[in-house]
């Protein structure tokens, strides 16, 4: 079974500039998340969605970052503009349903300078 | 609302066991994680408990849930240099959410 693509693996910008992210699940799972991992920070969960509606993204700042799941399958994350403190690991998995099935990418990590 | 705690380091000797604790506020959580990070990496499901458990056992790998304490610990046996990583305990299921709520991740690290 194919794990979750992501892509770029790294990407540094400047500050201002605007970045997109893009995962593709695996195959079947419903439910894919993004998350955002700060170094020396646990992951904090960006948005979920279920199929191509959101269920979640109460911690999504809204302002400069938003995403989207057309189709129900892949998923791209934008940020415009970036800012310094969103330097950090962003993290895409996905699940089939609730439970033990969650599988998380390698993460694109992004430096904001 | 959902909280996960846990310490920052730990260090042992290789061939030692190693004890990773992990506290949580929800008494509402369906299940726990325990995830491990390498450096650069993504993160890798070690193991999970569902919360009517309280031990869940796994080759090198126990996992002990005192649900009474809201307490998570993952037992490593004969820790190896391979085990050097960060540990995630993570908790699902706050008010029926299917989202991981992570703590802050543990950071072993193997003497020789």
């Known amino acids: 079974e194919a794990g979750v693509a992501q892509s770029p693996r790294y990407k540094i910008i400047e500050k201002r500039q605007s970045v997109a992210f893009w995962c593709n699940p695996i195959?079947?799972?419903?439910?894919l998340y993004w998350y955002q991992q700060i170094l020396g920070q646990g992951p904090k969960l960006l948005i979920q969605?279920?199929?191509?509606?959101?269920?979640?993204d109460s911690q999504l700042p809204k302002d400069r970052f938003s995403a989207e799941r057309l189709k129900g399958v892949d998923s791209t994350l934008k940020i415009q503009p970036a800012k310094l403190e969103d330097s950090a690991v962003y993290l895409c998995?996905?699940?089939?349903?609730?439970?033990?099935?969650?599988?998380f990418g390698s993460g694109t990590r992004l430096t904001v300078v | 609302g959902e909280d996960v705690e846990q310490s920052l380091f730990l260090s042992v000797r290789e061939g030692d066991s190693s004890v990773i604790n992990c506290t949580y506020t929800?008494?509402?959580?369906?299940?726990l994680y325990w995830y491990k990070q390498e450096p650069g990496a993504g993160l890798q499901l070690l193991t999970y408990?569902?919360?009517?458990?309280d031990m869940k056992q796994d080759q090198r790998l126990t996992v002990l849930l005192n649900k009474k304490d809201k307490h998570l610990s993952l037992r490593i046996a004969d820790t190896q240099t391979g085990d050097s990583a960060i540990y995630f305990c993570?908790?699902?299921?706050?008010?029926?959410?299917?989202?991981?709520?992570f703590g802050q991740g543990t950071r072993l690290t193997i003497n020789p």
């Open positions: 969605f279920q199929n191509n509606g959101v269920v979640d």
């Open positions: 929800d008494s509402s959580s369906t299940y």
């Open positions: 993570a908790e699902s299921g706050f008010k029926g959410a299917q989202k991981l709520v």
């Open positions: 195959s079947g799972h419903a439910t």
């Open positions: 998995a996905s699940s089939f349903s609730a439970g033990g099935g969650y599988t």
């Open positions: 408990i569902f919360s009517n458990m």
